[in-house]
């Protein structure tokens, strides 16, 4: 019988999962879960033990981030067992009721607004990410070489996509315009600050600009809610949007499927009868 313990699991897990885009996270979920497990053997992670650490991380932050731990923990797990061998059972790894999916979306008026109080770089970073739809760090990283100007394409290889797919991303008129003001920026990145590209955009100028602009409760990834948003209630459809957007699966669009109603109208009388049929 294997006598692996959490730390050599941790070691194994880090080594093998470099490549995850969110592995400097889970460095971080690592160190602080080593409190309740360092020098654990991984046959005495028992439920008391889980519950322990589901319940104190759920005190000291929310649900969902909460969830994000134990969802590791579940991970490290598994793969001792499915993959490596060092064990036979795992406990059930139960995860929180997660609340409703938050969409924050501006309105034209609000969003212009916002773009007209950002310093240039996050103006210009705001405004393609609201024509294209794309996560920050996407546009933060985007390079020329991804561009195709002369198709009105850009190209997210699956290695930088969220769900691990190439995402094939149309560029609108307003997403040229805003790529040919910067075409001269930089020879490698589309979208540079002091030379470099820009990894934070959630800034203190990003802040006073919200603030100058009358808008609160909106983070930066609420411009892709917005974008979406915008998308649906023209006439978009829910699967065209899945598409555009990169989604893995059609559910992760449903939480937009509110904002058609206008469209949804129109779509209905397309079967009217008029006075064809009987009143029931």
Same mark, same amino acid.
């Given at each position: ?37 360092? #020098? ?103 390079? $020329?070489?991804?561009?195709?100007? #002369? ?43 002091? #030379? ?33 948003? $915008? ?29 058609? #109603? ?19």
């Amino acid at each position: 019988m294997h006598r692996k313990t959490w730390n050599d699991a941790v070691d194994r897990w880090v080594l093998t999962t470099t490549h995850k885009r969110d592995h400097s996270k889970d460095l971080i979920k690592l160190t602080w879960l080593s409190r309740y497990l360092s #020098g654990v053997l991984l046959s005495d992670i028992s439920l008391d033990i889980i519950f322990t650490i589901a319940h104190d991380k759920k005190l000291e932050t929310t649900p969902s981030t909460a969830n994000r731990y134990l969802a590791l923990l579940r991970a490290i797990l598994r793969a001792a067992r499915d993959y490596w061998g060092w064990i036979d059972h795992v406990p059930k790894v139960r995860l929180f009721k997660e609340p409703e999916p938050r969409v924050r979306w501006l309105k034209r008026a609000e969003a212009a607004r916002l773009i007209k109080e950002l310093p240039p770089h996050l103006s210009k970073m705001a405004a393609f990410s609201l024509s294209t739809g794309l996560r920050q760090h996407n546009v933060s990283y985007l390079r $020329w070489s991804q561009v195709d100007l #002369g198709r009105a394409l850009a190209i997210i290889p699956a290695s930088e996509s969220k769900n691990k797919r190439p995402i094939t991303v149309p560029l609108n008129a307003d997403a040229m315009n805003i790529l040919n003001s910067v075409l001269t920026d930089h020879e490698q990145y589309c979208f540079v600050y002091n #030379g470099s590209p820009v990894d934070r955009t959630s800034t203190k100028a990003w802040a006073a600009a919200k603030k100058r602009a009358n808008i609160d409760n909106f983070r930066w990834h609420d411009l892709r809610h917005t974008w979406a948003s $915008w998308h649906v209630q023209n006439g978009t459809s829910l699967q065209e949007l899945q598409l555009l957007g990169g989604w893995k699966t059609f559910e992760m669009v449903l939480r937009y499927a509110h904002l058609s #109603g206008d469209h949804l109208v129109q779509a209905a009388k397309r079967i009217e009868t008029g006075d064809q049929l009987p009143l029931l």
